[in-house]
C-alpha cells in the first residue's frame, strides 16, 4: 500500500499524515472546512489543532469530495465521533468498499448509540472493511516522536495486521487485538472519567482520590463493556488502561483540561469555550449513561458527572454522594 487518504484534518489526522509521509507513502489530507485546510496547507502546519509542528512538504492537500478517496488503497477516518454519520455520507458516493478503513475516532453517537465503528458500516454498509486504531496516542506526544503504542483491533487478523506493519514505527510499536467492542468501548468511556479526573484537579483534592477515581472508574467501565459484548481483559490492557492513566494525567489532554476548568470554578458553559477542540467526553457520558440504562449497569462516576454536565449538580455534592454509598466488596 502506497496511496493513503486521511479524512479529518484535526490533531489525530494530522500525527497520522506525519507518521506515514515519514515512511514514505503517497498521504492526501482532506478536511469538512474548505477554508481551514487551504489555511493548513498555506502555513504547512495544523495552526489550531497542532501548533508548532511542520506539516511533511510531501503531504498533499485535498478539498474536492470527489478526488480525495480516488485511487486510495487505505484511509484513515479522523472525524471527531459526532460527525462521523455526516460527513461519511457525504463521501459514500466516492468510496469503493474493497479499500479498508481506519477508524482513528474514540466516542459514541448520541441517538443511535453506535461506535465509530458502527457507524461507517451504517453508512457504507456492513461490507466495509472497518480497522479501529486506539490506544493511548497523545498527538503532540507521537508528533515529537516520543515513545508510544496503539493497538489495531479488527475481527480480520489478516487486516489488523496489515494497519499494524503500516502504522509501526520506531516510536510508535502497534499491538494487535481482535476484540473491537471492548477497544472502541474502552476508548470512549475513559474520555468521561479523565473529566472527572481534571475536576479532581482543579479542587486539589489529592493523589489518594484520583488513585480511586481511576481505579472505580476502570471498574465500571469495564462492566458496561463486558455486558455488551467485550472481553474483560482488553480494559487492562492498551485501550484500556494505558488510555485511561495517560487520558487522566496528561496536562494537555482535553478531557482532563475542561473538567480541570470546572473543578476550578468554572462553569460549563466556560469550560466548553475556553477549549481549541471538541471535547468527545461530553457527548460520550450522555451515550454512556444511555448504555448504562439499557444494560441495568451501575455507573456512579459516570452519573456524577452527567449531572455535574447536563443537571446542574455542584461538584461538592457529587463527591459528598459519592464517598456517602452503600458499603460492598471491591
Not at 510499536?173 to 472527572?196: C, F, P, Q, T
Not at 477549549?275 to 455507573?299: F, H, P, W
Amino acid at each position: 500500500m502506497k496511496n493513503i487518504s486521511v479524512i479529518g484534518d484535526g490533531a489525530m489526522g494530522s500525527v497520522c499524515a506525519m507518521l506515514l509521509c515519514e515512511k514514505g507513502l503517497a498521504v492526501r489530507m482532506w478536511g469538512y472546512d474548505e477554508k481551514q485546510l487551504a489555511q493548513i496547507k498555506e502555513k504547512r502546519e495544523n495552526f489550531k489543532f497542532l501548533p508548532g509542528y511542520k506539516l511533511p512538504d510531501s503531504l498533499v492537500f485535498e478539498p474536492k469530495d470527489s478526488e480525495i478517496l480516488k485511487n486510495a488503497e487505505l484511509i484513515i477516518s479522523a472525524v471527531p465521533c459526532q460527525f462521523i454519520r455526516p460527513v461519511w455520507k457525504r463521501l459514500a458516493g466516492f468510496t469503493d468498499l474493497k479499500t479498508p478503513i481506519v477508524s482513528a475516532t474514540k466516542g459514541i453517537e448520541n441517538d443511535t448509540l453506535h461506535r465509530p465503528s458502527q457507524i461507517l458500516s451504517d453508512v457504507l454498509g456492513n461490507h466495509a472493511k472497518v480497522v479501529v486504531l486506539s490506544g493511548p496516542t497523545i498527538a503532540e506526544e507521537i508528533a515529537k516522536k516520543l515513545p508510544a503504542t496503539a493497538t489495531a483491533a479488527s475481527r480480520d487478523e489478516r487486516l489488523a495486521g496489515m494497519v499494524q506493519e503500516i502504522f509501526n514505527s520506531p516510536y510508535l510499536r502497534v499491538y494487535r487485538n481482535s476484540d473491537i467492542v471492548g477497544v472502541e468501548l474502552a476508548g470512549a468511556m475513559k474520555n468521561v472519567i479523565a473529566i472527572a479526573a481534571g475536576i479532581a484537579d482543579g479542587i486539589k483534592i489529592g493523589d489518594n482520590a484520583k488513585a480511586a477515581l481511576l481505579c472505580r472508574g476502570l471498574a465500571e467501565i469495564t462492566r458496561l463493556g463486558v455486558a455488551m459484548g467485550a472481553k474483560e481483559q482488553t480494559f487492562a490492557g492498551l485501550s484500556g488502561l494505558g488510555d485511561l492513566v495517560t487520558t487522566c494525567i496528561s496536562p494537555t489532554g482535553r478531557n482532563r483540561s475542561f473538567g480541570q476548568r470546572i473543578g476550578k470554578g468554572q462553569t460549563v458553559k466556560q469550560a466548553i469555550e475556553a477549549t481549541q477542540s471538541v471535547v468527545e467526553g461530553i457527548a460520550t457520558c450522555k451515550s454512556v449513561i444511555d448504555l448504562a440504562r439499557r444494560y441495568n449497569i451501575d455507573m456512579p462516576i459516570t452519573e456524577s458527572v452527567y449531572q455535574i454536565l447536563f443537571e446542574g449538580k455542584s461538584v461538592s455534592a457529587a463527591i459528598g454522594e459519592l464517598m456517602a454509598r452503600k458499603l460492598k466488596a471491591e
